[in-house]
């Protein structure tokens, strides 16, 4: 049984799907003005593991995330390029999709748009000013929080209090200041035909209605960074319950920040390390590693200990993995055993440590405990063939889980061939002849 930390309940749940072996999970994809950075790219490649583990368990996964396509901050980035709305996201949209293939995150089985969602929102609005919950100013509509009593529930906030905290502009039309945006009139930028006005919807409002429009009703995961709690997310349960009578998911599920400099890494501070810069440096599996040895939950400092530690931690995987893949090639097949104790309780902790709330950090310790059997065997002369394929298979769905993979393939007659001479040279300690026929290999790429 998966458990999830669920942030709406405030607590740990069994997992407990809508439709039986399925998994229907959205998470808020980015704002397409700019570049990712490495703080985007944690719930990416967050949410990735946990539909990796999912289907590791036999579930089917429908994994939606949208792209943001209009906004101020796209206008502004257009404006000051001397470019159109549409070039920017379409530019920034190619951009983060390659970074997400670096990352070597599975495709999204829907990336939506804004853009492509104007008539759906439109009525969605509709609906909410039919019901009450919305009202029209100028040409603008919001959403009247009042209208919701749970209003703030994933948050914890209650409107009172954010009423209290509220600073309130002199030419503000709204019935009460937390009431949010819907609909905005305006000439600026992209702007489309409404009964309300020309103009454009709210950010808050495009995710709900991306949502009913694929899913057709309640989900069961929605996700995305803690930042996005209040107001983004608890805006869209207060619009779902208004709405639709549901609060969007059964289970909501929020990452960790990534901390520079003590503090929260954004484009508008400035202290931020692009994903693709740090992706031209290390390999995607170190990338993912240095994000995945951390409690998701958990704020994530980065710094270069980190990384060294997440690079040092990789070479060992990869040399046991490759080594183990080698020894099981040369020995042919030899069947599994399915009845191995050793084996099967590595395979239990492995999948106990993901399915208790994703915990990775855990889960990365079942995989240096196949690192060490890996290792074992490898070195031993007469190793039972039987549990090293075993070993492997549990070994790839493990770094499968993760998003890695070493890049080993399997050598042709000719490979084999050298590597055989290579190893017979230094059976025979003629290190001339070992030293050269390692150089080939070495220029070949072969993993040994």
Same mark, same amino acid.
């Not at 257009?78 to 530019?91: F, T, Y």
């Not at 089985?109 to 039919?130: D, G, H, K, Q």
């Not at 207060?238 to 520079?260: K, R, T």
């Given at each position: 049984?998966?458990?999830?930390?669920?942030?709406?309940?405030?607590?740990?749940?069994?997992?407990?799907?809508?439709?039986?072996? $399925?998994?229907?999970?959205?998470?808020?994809?980015?704002?397409?003005?700019?570049?990712?950075?490495?703080?985007?790219?944690?719930?990416?490649?967050?949410?990735?593991?946990?539909?990796?583990?999912?289907?590791?368990?036999?579930?089917?996964?429908?994994?939606?995330?949208?792209?943001?396509? #209009?906004?101020?901050?796209?206008?502004?980035?257009?404006?000051?390029?001397?470019?159109?709305?549409? $070039?920017?996201?379409?530019?920034?949209?190619?951009?983060?999709?390659?970074?997400?293939?670096?990352?070597?995150?599975? !495709?999204?089985?829907?990336?939506?748009?804004?853009?492509?969602?104007?008539?759906?929102?439109?009525?969605?609005?509709?609906?909410?000013?039919?019901?009450?919950?919305?009202?029209?100013?100028?040409?603008?509509?919001?959403?009247?929080?009042?209208?919701?009593?749970?209003?703030? #529930?994933?948050?914890?906030?209650?409107?009172?209090?954010?009423?209290?905290?509220?600073?309130?502009?002199?030419?503000?039309?709204?019935?009460? !200041?937390?009431?949010?945006?819907?609909?905005?009139?305006?000439?600026?930028?992209?702007?489309?035909?409404?009964?309300?006005?020309?103009?454009? !919807?709210?950010?808050?409002?495009?995710?709900?209605?991306?949502?009913?429009?694929?899913?057709?009703?309640?989900?069961?995961?929605?996700?995305?960074?803690?930042?996005?709690?209040?107001?983004?997310?608890?805006?869209?349960?207060?619009?779902?319950?208004?709405?639709?009578?549901?609060?969007?998911?059964?289970?909501?599920?929020?990452?960790?920040?990534?901390?520079?400099? @003590?503090?929260?890494?954004?484009?508008?501070?400035?202290?931020?390390?692009?994903?693709?810069?740090?992706?031209?440096?290390?390999?995607?599996?170190?990338?993912?590693?240095?994000?995945?040895?951390?409690?998701?939950?958990?704020?994530?400092?980065?710094?270069?200990?980190?990384?060294?530690?997440?690079?040092?931690?990789?070479?060992?995987?990869?040399?046991?993995?490759?080594?183990?893949?080698?020894?099981?090639?040369?020995?042919?097949?030899? @069947?599994?055993?399915?009845?191995?104790?050793?084996?099967?309780?590595?395979?239990?902790?492995?999948?106990?440590?993901?399915?208790?709330?994703?915990?990775?950090?855990?889960?990365?310790?079942?995989?240096?405990?196949?690192?060490?059997?890996?290792?074992?065997?490898?070195?031993?002369?007469?190793?039972?063939?039987?549990?090293?394929?075993?070993?492997?298979?549990?070994?790839?769905?493990?770094?499968?889980?993760?998003?890695?993979?070493?890049?080993?393939?399997?050598?042709?007659?000719?490979? &084999?061939?050298?590597?055989?001479?290579?190893?017979?040279?230094?059976?025979?300690?003629?290190?001339?002849?070992?030293?050269?026929? &390692?150089?080939?290999?070495?220029?070949?790429?072969?993993?040994?």
């Amino acid at each position: 049984m998966v458990r999830i930390y669920n942030s709406l309940s405030k607590q740990l749940e069994d997992f407990i799907p809508i439709k039986e072996n $399925e998994v229907l999970m959205y998470v808020c994809g980015p704002t397409v003005y700019d570049r990712m950075h490495i703080g985007n790219s944690r719930p990416v490649i967050f949410f990735d593991t946990v539909t990796r583990f999912f289907r590791y368990l036999g579930y089917k996964v429908t994994y939606v995330s949208n792209f943001t396509d #209009i906004d101020d901050k796209i206008i502004a980035r257009a404006q000051a390029s001397g470019i159109s709305e549409e $070039e920017v996201s379409e530019h920034y949209i190619k951009e983060i999709k390659t970074t997400y293939q670096r990352l070597n995150c599975l !495709p999204h089985e829907y990336n939506p748009r804004v853009t492509e969602t104007i008539p759906e929102i439109i009525n969605f609005i509709s609906a909410l000013i039919e019901k009450g919950g919305a009202y029209v100013v100028d040409g603008d509509v919001y959403f009247d929080c009042a209208k919701v009593q749970e209003y703030g #529930i994933l948050s914890s906030q209650t409107i009172e209090n954010l009423i209290n905290g509220a600073r309130i502009e002199a030419n503000e039309k709204k019935n009460n !200041p937390i009431d949010f945006t819907l609909w905005k009139k305006t000439s600026e930028g992209l702007s489309w035909p409404s009964p309300w006005s020309v103009g454009r !919807p709210g950010w808050h409002t495009e995710c709900v209605v991306m949502i009913d429009s694929i899913f057709k009703g309640k989900i069961d995961i929605h996700g995305g960074g803690t930042d996005l709690k209040f107001p983004h997310h608890d805006n869209e349960i207060a619009q779902s319950i208004c709405s639709h009578d549901h609060m969007v998911a059964n289970y909501w599920i929020h990452s960790g920040l990534i901390d520079a400099s @003590g503090e929260k890494m954004s484009k508008s501070i400035g202290n931020v390390v692009w994903a693709d810069d740090l992706l031209d440096r290390v390999p995607y599996q170190v990338y993912r590693l240095m994000m995945l040895n951390v409690p998701y939950r958990q704020p994530l400092n980065y710094k270069e200990e980190l990384l060294d530690q997440a690079q040092s931690d990789y070479e060992k995987i990869k040399r046991a993995f490759n080594g183990l893949f080698r020894k099981v090639e040369e020995s042919g097949n030899e @069947g599994l055993s399915e009845t191995d104790e050793e084996l099967n309780a590595l395979k239990e902790e492995f999948t106990k440590a993901m399915s208790d709330d994703f915990n990775t950090a855990n889960a990365l310790t079942a995989i240096f405990k196949a690192v060490k059997m890996a290792n074992i065997f490898v070195r031993e002369k007469d190793s039972d063939l039987t549990r090293m394929r075993t070993l492997l298979n549990l070994f790839t769905d493990f770094l499968w889980v993760f998003g890695i993979e070493t890049g080993v393939k399997p050598l042709t007659r000719e490979e &084999r061939d050298l590597v055989n001479r290579y190893q017979q040279a230094r059976r025979q300690k003629n290190y001339q002849l070992s030293d050269k026929l &390692r150089e080939e290999i070495i220029e070949r790429g072969l993993d040994l």
